[in-house]
């Protein structure tokens, strides 16, 4: 009976440690106060430590990018190649559009200009 006593007591106090350990992230950068600057979430996103080289050779040579500098700098081409190409269809469509309406008024005018036609003495009128 004593035995089954201790093994019991362990486990209890083996669950209630584990009662004590928050398993969530906590967020250590104050959010409100970025957004109020127009700063990003997160401050390594954009800034100097981010896009500038990390050495430079004194002689004045280029530094090669790093390897997150190539590839931010690949996404940032692609994108602006997705912006011209969705930005000429854009102009496409606004241009069918006015044609489209082009269309469909002169064919309105059309078909006012073939109706019935006056005939005799209203004819000799104009």
Known sequence: ???????CWATSATITAQRGIALTATRAIDQKWRAAKGLPENPNAF???TNLPDYTYLDGRPTPLG???????????????????????????K?????????AESEKQRLIQSKLKPKGHLLLKK
Request: no cysteine; aromatic share 2%.
């Open 1 to 7: 009976m004593l035995k089954i006593t201790k093994i």
């Open 47 to 49: 800034g100097p430590l």
């Open 67 to 93: 390897a997150n500098q190539k590839k931010r700098l690949l996404k940032q081409q692609d994108i602006a190649t997705r912006i011209v190409e969705l930005s000429g269809e854009l102009e496409f469509a």
């Open 95 to 103: 241009q069918r559009h006015e044609r489209l309406k082009e269309n």
